[in-house]
């Protein structure tokens, strides 16, 4: 067992991972970020390493810091966690060349699978199912067009070094594909240094299965059996669960055997998943081999009882695995949701920013970056939290969930709480009937109406007024409130905030047993409310909770999830439309394709860059048809919010 660890990550995988080494005994070192200084991650270290400034590829990318800090502070060993250096063969390579137990696979695995040309040709002879597609990686059309032919469309074009889904191009016919070649040779080069793409048979609604196996320095390979990933949005997984559902006994078995025999070819040590794409017909195929920890390895925890960390650590040291095949029983279901700060109601925009008041749920599993409160900078990846929910059965672990859900209490930060609420509402998911186009074509209902956080902010000012009288946002006396109905047309008070640019008001009726009787926008609401000790205010609307929180300048409402901000000033919901032909990003990150040059003509919709925030591609298109006027952002340049990118004249408009 190592004796001292560090762990080069961040976030909610850096404390998952130190809270194994803690039980074991093994101390462990924290490096963190400018951005991450006083992040909930670096608690309870023997020692933390300040390795660099706020942006990834400046401390938790840098190599020669992350070693550094390691034999700086004495460590034998280095876990990657996921993301970042995790799939670096590189930083594998390093690490073991200075003397320390890098905690996965060695250097030479990670490469062979990182590429997915190679990956597939080692598959294909270890008797592992891949799809019909191209023999070699190219960047050249012509190449790809044959291989189209031959292969048949649609294709999904695929970057050999890339991963998550980042690049990839579906094409349906063959005048599509010289265009998509371009674009995805582009951002290949962009994100990865590497142009090369794979063309590959495009399964159009197929399950992602995907099979956890452990290998030792002795020889043995294991699986601790599947788990189901199908429901992910832009390829990006957000709930996961295991068993697979309605999966039959023959493919599991297949699934399985099929795992273990790819990794026992590869000699594989350490943690591994290999994904599956299963079709329609029952037929699965080879889709990539993660060579380190998944998100989702919580869920293959909570129904074999083992913990996968413990298991990274033991086999890293040169330990056999701990348990043999038949040992390996899994039991009963687990589903784990991933909560995220973007704004689903803007295109899952990225939403960094700061949780002020945070409460998870009791009686579920939590894997969150912070406790009662804290930052999700915009460097990195916006996860805040996974959600795990256990149950004898689906049902009893899905029902679990979404309970954990609406007991989730998130103040101060955006997040895609009440799509997942309305996700694992939805019949298909319920019933188990998913594949990795449900997400993309599923249709939330609108966040709620203005009118409804009106009301609640309401209740939220009875609940916890101003401490000081002059501050106090009611316009007319709040009255006696033991009175079981008043006149309409005689409120006990008037709250008037602002939103939109507009005077918003509602009116406090009546309070009686029930609760508050709100009158806002000609709605009445019955509205139950109590304040915390914590100072946000939480009750029901209907059958749904909420929360309110009192800010500076009005009131923070969260209702089934969803977060709205109403003010007593107005509201500004930044940004612009481009009108005058700046052209913007509505968030920061990297840009990592520009498609366009000064002097360019452009149709309105057409891609003119593309910036990578927290592992999303945002694609920036033209507003109008006209013509580049100016080229204000270079590839791979830092942008923040709100930058303007490109300048557009409008046809007709010569002067710049």
Known sequence: MPKRVLIANRGEIARRIARTCRRLGVDHVAVHSAADAGAAHLADAAETVHIGPSPARESYLDIDAVVDAALRTGCDAVHPGYGFLSENPEFAARVTEAGLVYIGPDAATIEAMGDKARARELMAAAGVPVLPGSEHATESADVLLADARRIGYPVILKPVAGGGGKGMRVVHTESELPDAVGEAVRLGRAGFGDGRLLAERYVAAPRHIEVQVFGDRHGTVVHLFERECSLQRRHQKIVEEAPAPHLPAPIRHALLDAAVRGATALGYVGAGTFEFILDGDGRFFFLEVNTRLQVEHPVTEEITGLDLVEWQLRVADGEP????????????????????????????????????????????????????????????????????????????????????????????????????????AEPRVAEGRVDTHLVDGFTARPAPHCRDAQALACAAALAAPDQAAAASPWTGTVGAFDRAALDPDAPLGRLVLRRDGRDREARLLARDRAGLHVETDGHRFTVTAGPASDGVVRGTVGTTRWTGLPTADGYEIVLGGHRVALARRTFDEGGGDASDGAVRTPMPGVVVGVACAPGARVEAGELLVVVEAMKMENRIVAPFAGTVGRLSCALNDGVTADQILVTLLPEGDTHD
């Open 321 to 424: 695995l701990p348990l043999e095949q038949w040992q390996i029983r899994a039991t009963g279901h687990a589903i784990e949701c991933r909560v995220y700060a973007e704004d689903p109601e803007h295109g899952f925009r990225p939403a960094p920013g700061h949780a002020e008041v945070v409460r998870w749920p009791r009686h579920v599993r939590v894997e969150a970056a912070f406790d009662e409160s804290g930052a999700v900078p915009g460097f990195y990846d916006p996860m805040v939290a996974k959600l795990v929910a256990t149950g004898a059965d689906r049902p009893a672990a899905l029902a679990r969930l979404r309970t954990a859900i609406e007991e989730t209490t998130l103040v101060g930060l955006t997040t895609n709480l009440g799509f997942l609420g309305e996700l694992l």
